[in-house]
């Protein structure tokens, strides 16, 4: 059974600050990753997305990696804003013809002015 | 594109009332997805539907649970009948379509309905 895993929980950070959140995943038969921004009371927003064959994918100051061998991805915040502050959740789907996404509990990030 | 809709936003009802709450994906989309979000155990997808058809309902937790998509701008969520148990955020979510590649695997997500049943 695939199961996801974010470290830290939760994580306080003053503004300008490079971060790195984590997710980890049990089994690395995996079609994609996608990482996700929600924000209190709303609904998820799509961050980046990496098929299984690609090592990492960036979108602006986000830059997540992806180590299917050892089961990691990472992701990358640069230059920290207060804007940033939200729960960052990482899903994965084992296989592609399922779409089903398998999330971790998130982390939370606060970044303080 | 105004993104995935959901209604109502917002629902309390009492015990043992039907609850109904409703989706419409984004245009073009043939995947939808159910999912509920507690704080104990965080996201959980309860059924998709891969061009109106449900392909996987293994999530549902119970038969009080259903889910319906008669064409492929509508899908609804019912509970009959509710428990406090069930007070969760239900989103739903659309995609291009599973099976179709790289970038139509992703999901986009609606604003939720927060549902409380007391």
């Known amino acids: 059974k695939q199961e996801v895993t974010q470290i830290p929980a939760a994580l306080s950070v003053p503004e300008g600050e490079n971060l790195v959140l984590n997710c980890s995943f049990t089994?690395?038969?995996?079609?994609?990753l996608q990482w996700f921004r929600q924000d209190p009371g709303k609904g998820l927003t799509s961050l980046l997305l990496i098929q299984s064959s690609q090592r990492e994918q960036t979108s602006g100051r986000l830059n997540a990696s992806l180590d299917k061998s050892s089961g990691r991805s990472t992701l990358y915040i640069a230059a920290s804003q207060p804007g940033d502050s939200a729960t960052y959740l990482c899903?994965?789907?084992?296989?592609?013809?399922?779409?089903?996404?398998?999330f971790g509990q998130g982390t939370t990030l606060q970044v303080k002015p | 594109d105004a993104g995935v809709i959901q209604s109502p936003r917002h629902e309390v009802t009492e015990m043992g009332q039907e609850v109904t709450l409703r989706c419409k994906p984004i245009s073009g989309h043939n995947s939808l997805f159910w999912y509920r979000q507690t704080m104990m155990r965080g996201l959980e997808l309860l059924i998709y539907?891969?061009?109106?058809?449900?392909?996987?309902d293994s999530g549902m937790p119970e038969d009080r649970f259903s889910a319906k998509m008669p064409n492929a701008s509508f899908s609804t969520l019912k509970i009959q009948p509710s428990e406090p148990r069930d007070s969760a955020v239900y989103f739903c979510?659309?995609?291009?379509?599973?099976?179709?590649?790289?970038?139509?695997?992703?999901?986009?997500f609606g604003p939720g309905t927060r549902l409380t049943v007391t």
């Open positions: 089994d690395s038969a995996i079609y994609n």
């Open positions: 539907f891969n061009n109106n058809v449900p392909i996987d």
């Open positions: 979510a659309s995609s291009l379509g599973i099976n179709s590649g790289r970038s139509r695997d992703e999901q986009y």
């Open positions: 899903a994965v789907t084992r296989r592609s013809n399922t779409g089903k996404l398998i």
